[in-house]
T-cell receptor, first 111, second 116 residues
């Protein structure tokens, strides 16, 4: 089983601050996805990155896939209370249709 | 509306009383999966199914059963629940045809199970 390590595990910040969440592995992934899970709901896909070095932006969120396709980061600019939730990365490798999930980063943004 | 529907949302039961959590998707997805989510442990896969009548164990299959008789339904069965199966359970589905292996997982809203 390919393992994905996410850091930090918990993050509590004030509205307007910037933050970065990391997702690391010793394995190479053919693609990596980021999901956000809000309380009482299932995870929802934010983005998929497939090319080493790829950068994708979703409003104030910036996602990057490492050049070697072993790691990824999620950067949030000027965090807002609506960004509160659990952020999960999930990697897919080779012919597998079965994504491997990291343990998640729990983010709380205080007004 | 495209969705994955789980029932029930909340369930409290006693040790040993068989229960079934239902999962249905209306997107004609081949792949379906069950996860449990526990604090500090993240999402752990219980069982998955690549298509009708094809099921495989995930990382934590002990104490669970599944079936895939129809494409849209993937029920999770606990024959003899125990307190260590108290958890938040999620069903998910995705298209799994080769050209779309990076397609997203669609999750249900979860079933919170308490076994006393």
């Amino acid at each position: 089983t390919q393992l994905l390590e996410q850091s930090p595990q918990f993050l509590s910040i004030q509205e307007g601050e910037n933050l970065t969440v990391y997702c690391n592995s010793s394995s190479v992934f053919s693609s990596l996805q980021w999901y956000r899970q809000e309380p009482g709901e299932g995870p929802v896909l934010l983005v998929t990155v497939v090319t080493g070095g790829e950068v994708k932006k979703l409003k104030r969120l910036t996602f990057q896939f490492g050049d070697a396709r072993k790691d990824s980061s999620l950067h949030i600019t000027a965090a807002q209370p609506g960004d509160t939730g659990l952020y999960l990365c999930a990697g897919g490798g080779g012919g597998s249709y079965i994504p491997t999930f990291g343990r998640g980063t729990s983010l709380i943004v205080h007004p | 509306e495209a969705q994955v529907t789980q029932n029930p949302r909340y369930l409290i039961t006693v040790t040993g009383k068989k229960l079934t959590v239902t999962c249905s998707q209306n997107m004609n997805h081949e792949y379906m999966s069950w996860y449990r989510q526990d604090p500090g442990l993240g999402l752990r896969q219980i069982y998955y199914s690549m298509n009708v009548e094809v099921t495989d164990k995930g990382d934590v299959p002990e104490g669970y059963k599944v079936s895939r008789k129809e494409k849209r339904n993937f029920p999770l069965i606990l024959e003899s629940p125990s307190p260590n199966q108290t958890s938040l359970y999620f069903c998910a589905s995705k298209i799994s045809t080769g050209g779309r292996r990076n397609s997203p997982l669609h999750f249900g809203n979860g079933t919170r199970l308490t076994v006393t």
